[in-house]
């Protein structure tokens, strides 16, 4: 992990990894969505580990709203991992679907841990969002330094441990092989490289 990767955009459009179906209320769809977008907000970045309550505080993001594409409030490819306090100031509103474009090319976070806008619609992500809070801005600055100081004390066993609750996977990652969607999973060869499922084989990191 460098420096800046805690709070850097993906420089590619997010792939589906997960294809699950037939759910009837789009809340079913959450276990699916943690592992997919590995248990991070996929507008500000933050992570289930950042929160005492860990996964609840998220929930799912239509990215077309239910106002304007009914047909698709439990419709996966529309859905996202999202904190509540994102998903609460998107409201029905439209911002960048990070599953079309790369959210790198709009949005970068500086040394200061402000997030800048490389285009119009990267700052309109930001006003939407309020990305720059006092609080958010803190917490990237607060995670960088750890991040950093980790790179250089690693040995320290103290500053190992907060390294890893900070970075680390959550305690509680779903088993999606247990779940069995209504209509079936297009994608269900996946499911053997979900984070769960790569922990109980030995393979998954201790950080992401």
Sequence with gaps: ?????????????????????????????????RDEFVFRCVYCLNRERWYPD???????????PKTVTPERENDYTNLVYSCHRCNSLKQ?????????????RHLRVDEAG??????P???KMIDLLQLNHPTYISRRVFYKELAILYRRSHDDKQIHNLY????GYPDDLPDLNSLKPP??????????????????????????
């Design 1 to 33: 992990m460098n420096d800046l990767e805690p709070f850097s955009y993906p420089s590619t459009a997010h792939e589906r990894r997960h294809g699950p179906k037939g759910y009837s209320n789009f809340s079913s769809f959450k276990p699916w969505l």
């Design 54 to 64: 860990g996964s609840a505080s998220f929930s799912v993001d239509h990215l077309y």
């Design 92 to 104: 029905d509103r439209l911002t960048l679907d990070p599953t079309i474009t790369p959210l790198s």
């Design 114 to 119: 402000n997030v800048r806008a490389t285009t």
């Design 121 to 123: 619609d990267g700052a």
């Design 164 to 167: 890893i609750h900070a970075f």
């Design 183 to 208: 209509l079936g999973n297009s994608l269900a060869f996946n499911v053997r490289e979900s984070h769960h499922a790569r922990k109980m084989r030995g393979e998954l990191n201790n950080v992401h």
